[in-house]
Structure formats: C-alpha cells, structure tokens
C-alpha cells in the first residue's frame, strides 16, 4: 500500500457497541481494546483470586491480560478482537465461566 494513502485515511461512520450495559462508540477497525480506551474505560477483566483489575499490558496479543466477554464469549484477546458493530462487551471476572 503507498503510505501516504495511509496517512491520508479518515476513519469511517461510528458504531455503537456496549461495555457492562453503557452504549459506547467504536470506529470501524478498531479493537475492543481501544474503542474501550477510546471511551476512558481502561480495565475490564478481574483476576480469580484476588480480582485485580487488568486490561492492556502488551497490546499485541501475547499476554492475555486484556481478556474480556464479547457477546456471551469469555477470553477474548480485547487488543486483537476487532469491535462489530452492536457488539456486547462485558467486564470479565476470572475465568470468564461462573467458577470463581
Ligand atoms: S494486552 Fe496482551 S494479549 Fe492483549
């Protein structure tokens, strides 16, 4: 691709998806991750045990701290997942599975 197509890039129409019930807006091609920064929301899963709150560390997939539910799917990767529009994020406690 020639980079100044890049640079010259404007981002599509919103999307309104949902974190824990509060509608927020999220561009086309963004993560979970940063249309939930984007939004000031920075945590969004709890450790088992001890329910510390995480959400990015790494940003590139490899950590799995940003793990949260994305319609009814526990551990998904929030710096990977792109956002869909109507999407149903929820914070994560745990495992993502009721067993905490
Ligand atoms: S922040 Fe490390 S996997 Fe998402």
């Known amino acids: 691709m020639n980079p ?3 640079a ?3 981002p599509g129409e919103t999307c309104t998806v949902s974190f824990d ?3 927020l807006p999220a561009l086309p ?3 979970v991750a940063a249309a939930l920064w984007a939004a000031g929301v920075t945590a969004w ?3 088992r045990g001890t329910g510390e709150p995480r959400g990015v560390f790494c940003g590139i997939g490899v950590c799995f701290d940003c793990l949260v539910t994305v319609n009814g799917r526990p ?3 929030a710096c990977l997942v792109p956002v ?3 999407d149903v994020i929820r914070t994560q406690e745990g495992t993502g ?3 905490d």
């Open 21 to 23: 019930g509060r509608p």
């Open 45 to 47: 899963r709890s450790t």
């Open 84 to 86: 869909r529009p109507g």
């Open 29 to 31: 091609g963004q993560t």
């Open 8 to 10: 010259r890039a404007r």
């Open 4 to 6: 100044l197509k890049s």
């Open 75 to 77: 551990n998904q990767r």
């Open 97 to 99: 599975h009721g067993d």
